[in-house]
């Protein structure tokens, strides 16, 4: 497992790891509606659009809920549909 050292950012109101994880867990996320999106082709795009490690994908039912350093635009989420 990897593990990181955290330190706050320098000028912020948190002083500590609790307060401060706390505020990144507020990141939005953009859903998708997935009846149509090819799994591989939406997990190819953010891989080639933010790299390795810099975005989530959580499928609940229908629907995946994606964080990620932008949304993506309705041009992308047409390349990641089936057929």
Do not use: W
């Amino acid at each position: 497992m990897n593990t990181m050292n955290f330190e706050p950012f320098p000028g912020t109101p948190y002083s500590d790891f609790e307060e401060c994880n706390d505020f990144f867990d507020l990141t939005p996320t953009q859903p998708i509606l997935g009846h149509d999106i090819d799994p591989k082709k939406l997990r190819s795009l953010l891989q080639s659009k933010f790299g390795a490690g810099a975005y989530s994908i959580l499928v609940i039912q229908d629907c995946f809920s994606i964080i990620a350093p932008r949304r993506l635009s309705m041009d992308e989420i047409s390349k990641c549909r089936r057929g």
